[in-house]
């Protein structure tokens, strides 16, 4: 997608300790034992957790380092966790409407984008429900769209697939992975099959350290710990 844009990151936290490059456009996996520093590293990157050192370059823009903290609101990174979180006063589409317009949207114009979205998740005809009224699939779409609404600079993944049940877990990785659209992109996983099907490149994070990276496939045809070889062999 144009306007894509590459990320450098070095995370230096009390847990985590980590130099990261994605190309504009890149998707990359994270995956780890629990404990791992998976969540911490995200933590660093969205703004919930300040950096002890190192920091976080967006394009070339300094982000955030040990001095300077920018609050998530004004970092342009988009999170995807495990629950959807959408505000519940508002309907589907007000939710992904008011993330359009965070993004710099006119307010007619996040409307059409909401509309747009709902499209895009495969969910038209639902806009007006609120999020008491969806499955968690669904919300999971919702949430989806509107991170991508606010034209994320970075998008972070945080086992989005994992509160769900196969079938609509399936059914949201197929929405996720046709519409990044080019949007660099971290995705932190258990599970190889959410790597396999989205992601161009592997990073194994292990006790606060990264223990292997590069393209998907080679990593996981030459694992370089137990960890990684039981990952390997899973697939
Ligand atoms: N500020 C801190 N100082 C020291 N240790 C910390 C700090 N913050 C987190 N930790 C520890 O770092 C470890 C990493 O936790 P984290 O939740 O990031 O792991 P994870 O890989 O996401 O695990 P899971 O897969 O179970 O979610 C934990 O043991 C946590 O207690």
Known sequence: MSGAVDAHVVVTHAAVDARLTLAAGEVLAVMGPSGAGKTTLLDALSGLTRLDDGYLDIDGDRIADARQHTPPSRRSIGLLGQEA????????????????????????????????????????????????ELSGGQSQRIALARALAARPRLLLLDEPFSSLDVQAAAQLREVVRDQLQGTTTIVVSHTVADAAALADSLVFLEHGRITQQGPLYEVLASPASDFAAAVAASR
């Open 85 to 132: 979180l959408l505000f519940p006063h508002m309907t589907a589409a007000e939710n992904i409407a008011f993330a359009a317009q965070s993004g710099g949207a006119s307010r007619d114009a996040s409307r059409a984008i909401a509309a747009e979205w709902m499209e895009r998740v495969g969910l038209a005809g639902l806009g007006g429900r609120r999020p008491g």
